[in-house]
């Protein structure tokens, strides 16, 4: 059974911050190209950053210098740093393990509100 199981979310104010985890089962963790997304209310989901096996990084231009996503890949732990939010950051994130189209893993997703 695949699980991914985010945890961290919460509300905080404008310019604070907040670290996600994504807790993964070891059999995809370490296969996987690790990504955290986003989807606010009446929007689509989007891209928030993604880290491969090796360790290579991208993010949304958004969440640039702010945002730092990282991966222990010896506890199938996932982060996500979240520095200086503001209030468009606003969104239930989720936590995402691809390996190809076939297997390509969600979470249930945890809230981060910024209020103002």
């Known amino acids: 059974q695949v699980q991914l199981v985010e945890s961290g979310g919460g509300l905080v104010q404008a310019g604070g911050s907040l670290r996600l985890s994504c807790a993964a089962s070891?059999?995809?963790?370490?296969?996987?190209?690790m990504g955290w997304y986003r989807q606010a209310p009446g929007k689509q989901r989007e891209l928030v950053a993604r880290i491969t096996r090796g360790g290579s990084t991208n993010y949304a231009d958004s969440v640039k210098g702010r945002f730092t996503i990282s991966r222990d890949n010896a506890e199938n732990t996932l982060y996500l740093q979240m520095n200086t939010l503001k209030p468009e950051d606003t969104a239930v994130y989720y936590c995402?393990?691809?390996?190809?189209?076939?297997?390509?893993?969600w979470g249930q997703g945890t809230q981060v509100t910024v209020s103002s």
């Open positions: 070891g059999s995809i963790f370490s296969a996987s190209v």
């Open positions: 995402n393990a691809y390996i190809s189209d076939k297997y390509d893993y």
